[in-house]
């Protein structure tokens, strides 16, 4: 098995390093006007110039945790700036809202309609705060958290479509990603702080959105947890629920929540049995608690961040537990994922295939695929298994 995990370590740090993030730091910069392209063709090609939100603080995010965690590398220190300094000059509105879209020149597309904007914003300056050690990227993290903590009630504001007081929903997402988040700015919260806020986080997730009969989460309940019979209420977003269990998962192994873990795992392992493809193989993207059509024509398509999400929360569960199960589908997802979406020929993945596999298009980054889930999972999977190979090398 020690030989078997030292392979695996090799084949996920080798894609990191030698494969993924070089196709980035070659095709994505604007060396004329700051931020990144995203929008590239398989072979890196830029087939759209836009800037989006979520993209580019990812990417300023990923650059930052290579440089505080893998190596002191200036080159990946100098990537990082070259979109922190455009975001900060282009980014924000007014009152320090984070718009959705900008052109290439750093003018605004899109309103600040979304807070995983801010989310990703805050994400992304509190790594690299750490990264560069600049006190205003640190302040510009803390303040833009604190208006996601002051939105998260009513994320979208004045551009929300709903009529007011009707078939209210909560959101899983937004949980989701502020567990994950406060961990993020551990450094500039504060241990106690961040923490509190994380296990808070984690708690909702899985007391207000885990389902106790299916064991797998909903992307929208009720106020009081109940569920609603209708598209958005019946929605399970399989790769979601499986990425906010690691989350929770690192939350409870620093904060000694044993039995919160063993949890998560078995939610991972109940929403790969209601959501893997028998047939086709594969992870489906949107599904429907009841079997119902899913509103979401694009609901049998099979996306690179799911599968990834999935193999962390695999070798983490597995790691954290010891569970044989993680283990087994760890192996199942690892033979399609680097089958199906792992580009040989010109680098990076692929990010949308038809449920048969097939290649829905050919693009290695658009308005939702960036220098993101693809690098993040690997950099993550490579840790775990590193874990696990000194684990082994104890016993």
């Given at each position: 098995?020690s030989?078997?995990?030292k392979?695996?370590f090799?084949k ?8 993924v ?16 392209f ?43 700036r ?6 900060r ?8 809202n ?5 052109d290439?020149k ?12 801010d ?10 705060s ?7 990227a640190?302040?510009?993290?803390l303040k833009?958290y604190?208006?996601?903590l002051?939105?998260?009630?009513n ?6 479509k709903?009529?007011?007081g009707?078939?209210q ?8 990603i502020?567990?994950?988040?406060a961990?993020?700015l ?23 959105f ?9 992307e ?16 399970i ?6 990425e906010?269990m ?30 893997w ?29 799911v599968?990834?999400?999935t193999l ?10 010891g569970?044989e ?9 690892h ?17 949308y ?13 658009g ?20 874990k ?8």
């Open positions: 098995m030989e078997k995990l392979d695996l090799q996920y740090e080798n894609g990191l390093l030698k494969d993030i070089p196709f980035w730091m070659q095709h994505s910069l604007d060396k004329e006007f700051g931020g990144y995203t929008c590239l063709d398989r072979d890196g090609t830029v087939y759209d110039t836009d800037k989006f939100m979520w993209l580019q603080h990812r990417q300023v995010w990923m650059f930052s945790k290579l440089f505080n965690v893998i190596d002191k590398r200036s080159d990946w220190l100098d990537v990082a070259h979109g922190a300094e455009f975001l000059e282009h980014g924000m509105d007014g009152e320090g984070w718009y959705f879209s900008l290439r750093g003018v605004p597309l899109t309103q600040p309609h979304s807070i995983f904007s989310c990703f914003a805050a994400m992304g300056y509190a790594q690299y750490m990264a560069s050690g600049e006190d205003w640190r302040d510009l993290a833009t604190q208006n996601v002051k939105r998260q009630d994320p979208k504001g004045k551009y929300d709903s009529y007011p009707t078939r929903l909560r959101s899983f997402a937004i949980s989701m502020l567990s994950n988040l961990l993020e551990e450094d500039i919260l504060g241990q106690d702080r961040a923490m509190e806020d994380a296990v808070k986080c984690a708690n909702l997730v899985m007391d207000t885990v389902d106790e009969e299916l064991g797998i989460v909903f929208q309940v009720a106020p009081d947890g109940s569920h609603v019979d209708c598209f958005d209420g019946r929605l977003n399989p790769g979601h629920g499986i906010a690691w989350f929770i998962m690192s939350i409870c192994e620093r904060s000694g929540h044993r039995e919160m873990i063993d949890r998560a795992v078995e939610v991972v392992l109940n929403t790969l049995d209601f959501g493809d028998k047939e086709c193989e594969g992870i489906y993207y949107f599904m429907d608690s009841k079997g119902c059509p899913p509103q979401q024509l694009e609901w049998n398509q099979k996306l690179w961040w599968h990834l999400e962390i929360s695999l070798l983490k569960g597995y790691r954290l537990t569970n199960k993680c283990w087994s589908w760890f192996e199942k997802v033979n399609y994922s680097w089958k199906n979406f792992a580009d040989p020929e010109y680098g990076e993945w692929f990010g295939l038809m449920r048969d596999g097939s290649k829905l298009n050919t693009l290695k980054g308005k939702w695929k960036g220098c993101f889930h693809v690098p993040r999972g690997l950099m993550v999977c490579a840790d775990e298994l590193q696990l190979i000194q684990s082994a090398e104890k016993a």
